[in-house]
């Protein structure tokens, strides 16, 4: 039997984390949507080699009586 020995090399950006009170789409292999889950704001990162480059955000929780 023959031995052979397969390197791969992985190029793109992993799926980033949500942020807290927030969710992620990915939307193409170089692009995703990052959104709040209680406001309309979005934002996108754009992937450049292994780095995901964009305006990242945070997300404001909403209190029990519907405040920021």
């Known amino acids: 039997m023959d031995e052979r020995t397969c ?4 190029i793109g950006c992993a799926t980033p984390t949500a942020p807290e009170n927030g969710w992620v789409d ?11 889950n209680f406001t309309q ?3 996108y ?3 450049a080699g292994r ?7 945070n997300c404001t929780a909403i209190d029990d009586v519907g405040r920021y």
């Open 51 to 57: 780095r995901w480059v964009g305006d990242g955000r």
């Open 41 to 43: 704001q979005r934002w």
């Open 45 to 47: 990162l754009h992937c």
């Open 26 to 36: 990915r939307g193409t292999s170089d692009t995703v949507i990052v959104g709040c």
């Open 7 to 10: 390197f791969c090399t992985v």
